[in-house]
């Protein structure tokens, strides 16, 4: 409690590393929004003021009301994100499982558009440059663009531990400059101020007049408020009063910026952009390319911290039986760093595929924003849902509801007019990984559903006797077996059959572990029941859905406690060791099931067996997963039969 309420508790340190972590994709959205909004048409002063008033109030009622506001409120135990929020519902409602996956899909496919767009939008600036016979020079900006996502990909091996220190200063300049620089062109032009009045928008998105878009408008608008959903997954790493605090000085600035564009924009009635990039149009020419530079290293940020924050969207899927049990590394000590090998190399490969896609950010935009729109909702429903449980009065829940469907469900509608554009690369990724989720979770409850069970206490008396049988060799003197069963008085069949049926498993004590991945993200509690006094011991841990799973570790620190309290005798049974005092073996017992061929399936899950264990063929033994001692497992195939096949016209014949 004391860590929780230190760590919601504003600071100056917070405040910086709120600025560097959190900001980066909201932060970078200024290289390419009024770019985007006023696309290849003539520039225009309802565009403009519309534009402007567009993104005033997105900024204000999407980011600010919705993310900052409320949502910042709906915390577990002081960590946020989509899955954060699933797991503090979803106890009361099974089909709340539906708005988390797809959530969690579309956040997922966002973090492989996001770098690209902003990586690029940032290095395009170079074009700017010109030499004294006024030629650009650089001409193609996709091979350095692919370097630096390279780069920053390799990168995720070491961890952000020495960087992200560097993090929070480079993002205050990044605001600071657009600030400044937005201030400066603002004072050419105060009368840019009235776009704040939200007759503007209104006249926009109502406006059928040539060289405006109207409520397509909304497409391009929605890219200012792209990044706040990350608001929310950071909770966790920031506390929330800092994110608060913060966001206000970063919400200055970014409006300072979006409307000095605005007032260079005003200054160029009726031309074209033509490539060109207002950010930079506002930076004197003396400071472009240092302009470019910090533009460029707020971009890397800005991608980290979707990486990073992917990294931990995937950890807690897992736990969450949302994904498969892939490989997860933890580079430093430091809270929150973790890298996963898998998603990093798929990351990368979409990154550059959609830089070599697209080569531009202005190709990129249309792609960006469909997915990330429909993470948006489906936060919303699920914070409805948790409004519900905490008795919020009915009416406020539905204006809550009508207000953000309506706003959200019309960037979705108006985003799906980039499908045909782009927007289909990023559904497809988002499909993809909605349909690895589904059949992971699906398949997973299948598994859970039809595991068999069996009293332990039947099986006290059988266990003993098999411990005393000196006619069997001895399989081990500690024979530890991971198993699924919650209950203290239950255990698998299929441990049973391992134990007594397809090789007898002689052992001095018999321990039982079972793990239960809890919905608050940081517990780590076990319970001993001894069932048996120095024969039978059950172990149930409860470990939060951000806690790694290292069993050997804590199975470790489980038994010196027990010894130490004089529970258990772990002293070799062997009588010429016992003498010396040395310490029995341990050994762990897995058990892998493969789908058998005796299954009689419906079609669907037939399908999704066959997938789910096409899936596992890929990834981590069920030992790895629990950070077992690869020298102390042993690893047994058991035969998944889920429904067994009931006719069979076998016929003999003399």
């Not at 608008?221 to 800092?242: I, K, M, P, W």
């Not at 793990?515 to 780590?524: G, I, W």
Request: net charge neutral; glycine share 8%; proline share 3%.
């Amino acid at each position: 409690m004391m860590e929780q309420k230190h760590k919601n508790t504003a600071s100056a340190a917070g405040l910086l590393v709120a600025m560097g972590i959190i900001y980066g994709d909201i932060g970078t959205s200024p290289l390419y929004v009024m770019q985007a909004i006023i696309g290849n048409d003539p520039i225009n002063e309802l565009m403009i003021l519309g534009g402007l008033s567009c993104i005033f109030w997105t900024l204000t009622l999407q980011t600010t009301l919705k993310y900052v506001i409320l949502i910042l409120r709906a915390d577990n135990k002081g960590e946020g994100g989509i899955f954060a929020l699933f797991a503090l519902v979803r106890r009361h409602a099974k089909w709340l499982t539906l708005p988390a996956i797809i959530g969690g899909a579309t956040l997922l496919a966002d973090g492989i558009i996001t770098p690209p767009i902003s990586v690029s939008s940032a290095v395009e600036g170079l074009k700017m440059l010109k030499t004294k016979e006024g030629l650009p020079y650089v001409t193609d900006t996709v091979p350095i663009v692919i370097v630096i996502l390279t780069g920053l990909f390799i990168f995720q091996i070491l961890g952000t531990k020495v960087v992200g220190k560097l993090f929070g200063p480079i993002m205050l300049l990044w605001f600071s400059m657009l600030a400044i620089t937005g201030l400066l062109w603002i004072e050419h032009d105060w009368s840019i101020l009235r776009a704040v009045s939200p007759h503007y928008a209104w006249a926009l998105l109502t406006s059928h007049q040539a060289g405006t878009a109207g409520f397509w408008t909304l497409g391009a608008v929605f890219l200012c408020t792209t990044g706040a959903e990350a608001l929310y997954s950071d909770l966790g790493h920031c506390g929330r009063d800092n994110i608060r605090i913060s966001w206000i000085f970063v919400k200055i600035a970014l409006l300072l910026q979006y409307f000095g564009q605005g007032a260079w924009l005003l200054h160029h009635q009726g031309m074209l952009l033509g490539g060109r990039k207002p950010i930079f149009e506002l930076l004197p020419r003396e400071f472009l390319f240092t302009g470019i530079c910090i533009a460029t290293a707020a971009a890397v940020i800005a991608s980290q911290a979707l990486i990073s924050g992917s990294f931990t969207l995937i950890s807690e899927a897992i736990r969450l039986n949302f994904w498969p049990k892939v490989r997860l590394i933890y580079p430093s000590d430091q809270k929150g760093q973790l890298y996963v090998p898998s998603i990093n190399i798929f990351l990368w490969l979409g990154c550059v595929g959609v830089v070599l896609w697209f080569k531009e950010s202005s190709n990129m935009e249309a792609a960006y924003g469909l997915a990330i729109t429909l993470t948006m909702l489906m936060t919303t429903s699920l914070m409805a849902y948790y409004l519900h449980i905490k008795k919020i009065d009915m009416w406020w829940i539905l204006l809550f509801l009508v207000v953000y469907i309506s706003l959200e469900g019309a960037f979705l509608v108006a985003n799906l007019q980039k499908f045909s554009h782009g927007g289909y690369v990023s559904l497809f990724i988002a499909g993809v990984i909605l349909l690895v989720m589904y059949v992971w979770f699906r398949a997973t409850r299948i598994k859970k559903d039809l595991t068999e069970y069996e009293k332990l206490s039947d099986y006290v008396e059988p266990l003993k006797e098999l411990s005393r049988d000196e006619t069997i060799p001895k399989y081990a003197t500690h024979l530890v077996f991971m198993s699924n069963a919650g209950r203290v008085s239950d255990i698998e069949s299929k441990i049973i059959y391992s134990i007594f049926q397809r090789r007898p498993k002689r052992a001095d004590i018999y321990w039982f572990v079972h793990v239960d991945t809890l919905d608050e993200p940081y517990t780590m509690d076990y319970k001993v029941t001894v069932i048996e006094p120095d024969d039978i011991i059950k172990v149930n841990f409860k470990l939060g859905f951000r806690v790694e799973q290292r069993i050997n570790l804590y199975f470790r620190k489980v038994v010196e406690e027990m010894v130490a309290r004089g529970e258990v005798d772990i002293t070799s049974r062997y009588k010429s060791l016992n003498e010396q005092n040395v310490i029995g073996d341990f050994r762990f017992v897995v058990l892998e099931k493969f789908l058998s061929f005796d299954n009689e399936l419906p079609l669907m899950d037939r399908l999704v067996m066959k997938f789910y264990f096409f899936l596992k063929q890929f990834m981590n033994s069920e030992d790895k997963w629990f950070g077992l001692d690869s020298d102390a497992v042993k690893l047994e195939k058991v035969p998944l039969i889920i429904k067994p096949i009931s006719k069979c016209n076998l016929r003999r014949v003399d």
